[in-house]
């Protein structure tokens, strides 16, 4: 960025004359209608007020975090108090508001060129064209856009936009830690900012060519392309434009590999990559800034920021750095290989390692890759208490299933293969994400929708729910697996056997398995389903069964149903909902959960009618 020379009067330069504004020699202070020309412009539109803008900016994402914070607060408040005891039938006035505004929100388009690209529910693309509105209004609002001549000084247009665009990078690197001061205010998880982080990149990256594209313009109409290359090609001058062009390049690479389409073909590149881009893009800022005015805060606030991120995971989240645990002390993992490349971890935690149903860690297994670290669902439940009966602190025993893909997954199951059952150090980061919400004291049913792997973010539900024989308000149950192979089932088979010979649990559970490799047509909502009451399974009386269904035996006691072909969700939805508060989970791959939003927007119509209290959905990424 380029700040205008503070002129002076008389300016000390022996060649004044009283040349006229139009006479091509008049290009300097030495001519005193260029003086008099360039101070009315810059009392027209001071350089230091340019920055305003990037206040305002900055000032509008603060509120955003502001109000999700209390909407945040409100809500636990409600969760802890006003729920106790509290049953209403009918939804109230402000329930059927909400109603609407998750009509809107839950859906999306249903495009697979967008989820290509990675749309994200009505909701959040709203929220995000809004900051796109704002921020074009901040871009375009001002006017000029241009200085009648480049020695007056910069064009307003770019000073401001530079200005917008270093605001963005702070809240860039809080919206993409794993551990960031947005999710501790907010409660919402890294992997749901993601979106954000990769839109404001977008938003910065744009405000960076409008920052450019003026410098190269007035450069060319001062003095034509020999101008533009004095200015961009080479440091003549004391002009900082060319300095604009590293940075500009590396945030170009960094937009362009976080593609959906590039970022999961190759993530384990990509990830390094992005790190590596980030610190070289960061460094290039602080060059090319020269802490003109304010310039240098964004960037000192940014390395705050990710300087305790960074410190978090690594004293907090990190176990074995962990400040409460014994230092660099790894735990002990079991790896046992799995039907359809699936791979089951088991991981004795550090004592008193709490975590919530659904979560997940990122682990690292030292022996077989040092260097890569990968997020896993916990698939076990959590356990009541973290202390035992003599206030010991107990150590947990937590399930992992990881599908065998490219990469560190590829490189954990050949050496499961390879020395299978044997005992490997890992290291444990988290937990992070989940729903932090009781949902199993707030709400009558609760219907949890899985596909493929998705099953490890229900499963932990599933048990820990069917576990807690008091205090919870659920007492209906569904789980819907949509699978691709039967054998499938076998990855959480001893979980669900547990589940499902529990005597003491009040919920009634009701299961539907459909095996989707067999046929690809859709079947209709009303098969037969298995059904669990405490004491066993029975089959459903009075629905006929006019699917064909795959055998599976199953030790006494114990009988499971798969139905061949894709499932409508939008049935399976609209069947699993009662009376009362319905609160919906999903996990699996994106066509899936997209099908599931709007099975849930279409059904918010049940609550604006009065027939359903409530309907809330929350869907857990399956990659990001």
Same mark, same amino acid.
């Given at each position: 960025?380029?700040?205008p020379?503070v &002129?002076?009067w008389?300016?000390l330069?022996?060649s004044m004359?009283?040349?006229?504004? #139009?006479?091509?020699s008049?290009l300097?202070?030495?001519?005193?209608?260029f003086?008099?020309?360039?101070?009315?412009?810059q009392?027209a539109?001071?350089y230091?007020?340019?920055?305003?803008?990037?206040?305002? =900016?900055?000032?509008?994402s603060?509120?955003?975090i502001?109000v999700?914070?209390?909407?945040?607060?409100?809500?636990?408040c409600?969760d802890r108090?006003g729920? $106790?005891?509290?049953?209403?039938?009918r939804?109230?006035?402000?329930?059927?508001?909400v109603?609407?505004?998750r009509?809107?929100?839950?859906?999306?388009?249903?495009?697979t060129?967008l989820n290509?690209l990675?749309?994200?529910l009505?909701?959040?693309?709203? *929220?995000?064209l809004s900051?796109?509105?704002?921020v074009?209004a901040?871009?375009?609002?001002?006017r000029?856009y241009y200085?009648?001549?480049?020695?007056?000084?910069?064009?307003?247009l770019?000073?401001?936009?530079?200005?917008?665009?270093?605001? /963005?990078v702070?809240f860039?690197i809080a919206l993409?830690?794993?551990a960031?001061i947005?999710t501790l205010?907010t409660g919402?998880s890294h992997e749901?900012?993601n979106? +954000?982080h $990769?839109?404001?990149?977008?938003i910065?990256?744009?405000?960076a060519w %409008?920052h450019?594209?003026p410098?190269?313009?007035?450069s060319?109409t001062d003095?034509g392309?020999e101008?533009?290359?004095v200015?961009?090609l080479m440091r003549?001058g004391?002009t900082?434009?060319?300095?604009?062009?590293?940075p500009?390049?590396?945030m170009f690479?960094l /937009?362009?590999?976080?593609?959906p389409m590039?970022r999961h073909?190759i993530y384990?590149s *990509?990830?390094y990559s992005?790190?590596?881009?980030a610190?070289?893009y960061l460094g290039?800022?602080?060059?090319?800034?020269?802490?003109?005015?304010d310039?240098?805060t964004?960037?000192?606030?940014?390395?705050?920021l990710?300087?305790?991120?960074?410190?978090?995971?690594?004293l907090?989240?990190?176990?074995?750095t962990n400040?409460?645990?014994k230092c660099?002390?790894s735990?002990?993992a079991?790896l046992t290989?799995?039907?359809?490349?699936?791979? $089951?971890i088991?991981?004795?935690?550090?004592r008193?390692?709490?975590?919530?149903?659904?979560?997940h860690?990122?682990?690292?297994f030292?022996?077989?890759?040092?260097?890569d670290?990968?997020?896993?669902t916990? #698939?076990?439940a959590?356990?009541?208490?973290?202390?035992?009966?003599?206030?010991?602190?107990y150590?947990?025993n937590?399930?992992f299933l990881?599908?065998?893909h490219q990469?560190?997954t590829?490189k954990?199951?050949?050496? %499961?293969?390879a020395?299978?059952?044997?005992?490997?150090?890992a290291?444990i980061?988290?937990?992070y994400g989940?729903?932090?919400?009781?949902?199993?004291?707030?709400?009558?049913t609760?219907?949890?929708?899985?596909g493929?792997?998705? +099953?490890?973010a229900c499963?932990?539900?599933?048990?820990?729910?069917?576990?807690?024989?008091?205090k919870?308000r659920?007492?209906h149950?569904?789980l819907i697996w949509v699978?691709?192979?039967q054998?499938h089932?076998?990855?959480v088979e001893? =979980?669900?056997?547990?589940v499902?010979?529990?005597s003491?649990?009040?919920?009634?559970v009701?299961?539907?398995?459909?095996v989707?490799s067999n046929?690809?047509a859709?079947?209709?909502a009303?098969i037969?389903?298995?059904? *669990?009451?405490g004491?066993?399974?029975?089959?459903? =009386?009075?629905?006929?069964?006019k699917?064909?269904?795959?055998?599976d035996?199953r030790p006494?006691?114990?009988s499971?149903?798969?139905?061949?072909g894709?499932?409508?969700?939008?049935a399976?939805?609209e069947?699993? +909902?009662?009376?009362g508060? #319905? *609160?919906?989970?999903g %996990?699996?791959?994106e066509?899936?959960?997209s099908?599931?939003a709007n099975?849930c927007?279409k059904a918010?119509?049940?609550? =604006?009618?009065g027939?359903?209290h409530?309907? &809330?959905l929350h869907?857990?990424?399956?990659?990001?």
């Amino acid at each position: 960025m380029d700040v205008p020379m503070v &002129a002076e009067w008389p300016p000390l330069v022996p060649s004044m004359t009283d040349l006229p504004i #139009t006479d091509p020699s008049c290009l300097n202070e030495s001519c005193a209608a260029f003086y008099a020309t360039l101070n009315a412009s810059q009392s027209a539109i001071p350089y230091d007020t340019l920055r305003n803008r990037a206040h305002w =900016m900055a000032w509008y994402s603060v509120a955003v975090i502001g109000v999700l914070a209390l909407v945040r607060g409100n809500t636990l408040c409600n969760d802890r108090f006003g729920a $106790r005891g509290y049953r209403q039938s009918r939804p109230s006035f402000p329930g059927k508001v909400v109603a609407i505004v998750r009509y809107v929100a839950y859906s999306r388009i249903e495009s697979t060129s967008l989820n290509w690209l990675g749309f994200p529910l009505n909701g959040m693309l709203i *929220f995000l064209l809004s900051l796109v509105i704002f921020v074009s209004a901040l871009t375009f609002g001002v006017r000029p856009y241009y200085r009648e001549h480049y020695g007056y000084g910069p064009p307003p247009l770019a000073i401001q936009t530079g200005f917008m665009s270093l605001a /963005c990078v702070p809240f860039l690197i809080a919206l993409a830690g794993k551990a960031n001061i947005i999710t501790l205010l907010t409660g919402i998880s890294h992997e749901r900012l993601n979106i +954000i982080h $990769r839109f404001v990149a977008w938003i910065s990256f744009a405000l960076a060519w %409008c920052h450019t594209i003026p410098f190269f313009w007035i450069s060319y109409t001062d003095g034509g392309f020999e101008n533009v290359k004095v200015r961009f090609l080479m440091r003549a001058g004391g002009t900082t434009e060319w300095g604009g062009i590293p940075p500009l390049i590396a945030m170009f690479l960094l /937009c362009i590999l976080s593609l959906p389409m590039i970022r999961h073909r190759i993530y384990e590149s *990509f990830y390094y990559s992005h790190i590596i881009l980030a610190i070289i893009y960061l460094g290039l800022l602080f060059w090319h800034a020269g802490d003109v005015l304010d310039s240098w805060t964004y960037l000192w606030a940014t390395l705050a920021l990710w300087l305790c991120s960074w410190i978090a995971r690594a004293l907090w989240f990190t176990q074995p750095t962990n400040i409460k645990n014994k230092c660099l002390v790894s735990s002990s993992a079991t790896l046992t290989q799995l039907p359809g490349q699936m791979i $089951r971890i088991e991981i004795l935690a550090p004592r008193g390692f709490g975590f919530s149903s659904a979560q997940h860690c990122f682990l690292r297994f030292p022996s077989i890759s040092c260097l890569d670290n990968h997020p896993f669902t916990i #698939t076990s439940a959590p356990i009541p208490s973290t202390r035992d009966f003599y206030g010991r602190k107990y150590q947990q025993n937590l399930v992992f299933l990881a599908r065998s893909h490219q990469g560190f997954t590829k490189k954990v199951a050949n050496y %499961c293969a390879a020395q299978p059952d044997r005992e490997v150090s890992a290291w444990i980061e988290g937990p992070y994400g989940g729903v932090h919400r009781p949902i199993e004291r707030l709400y009558d049913t609760i219907i949890l929708v899985a596909g493929g792997t998705g +099953i490890t973010a229900c499963l932990p539900w599933l048990e820990y729910i069917t576990s807690k024989a008091e205090k919870i308000r659920c007492r209906h149950l569904v789980l819907i697996w949509v699978m691709k192979e039967q054998n499938h089932v076998k990855w959480v088979e001893p =979980m669900l056997e547990m589940v499902f010979t529990r005597s003491r649990s009040p919920v009634l559970v009701r299961t539907r398995f459909f095996v989707t490799s067999n046929t690809a047509a859709i079947l209709p909502a009303q098969i037969a389903e298995d059904k *669990f009451e405490g004491d066993g399974f029975a089959e459903k =009386m009075g629905v006929e069964d006019k699917a064909a269904h795959l055998s599976d035996p199953r030790p006494a006691g114990l009988s499971m149903r798969f139905t061949p072909g894709r499932p409508s969700i939008s049935a399976l939805v609209e069947e699993g +909902i009662a009376e009362g508060k #319905t *609160f919906v989970f999903g %996990c699996g791959p994106e066509s899936l959960r997209s099908d599931l939003a709007n099975a849930c927007s279409k059904a918010q119509k049940r609550v =604006m009618k009065g027939e359903v209290h409530e309907l &809330a959905l929350h869907l857990e990424a399956f990659g990001w």
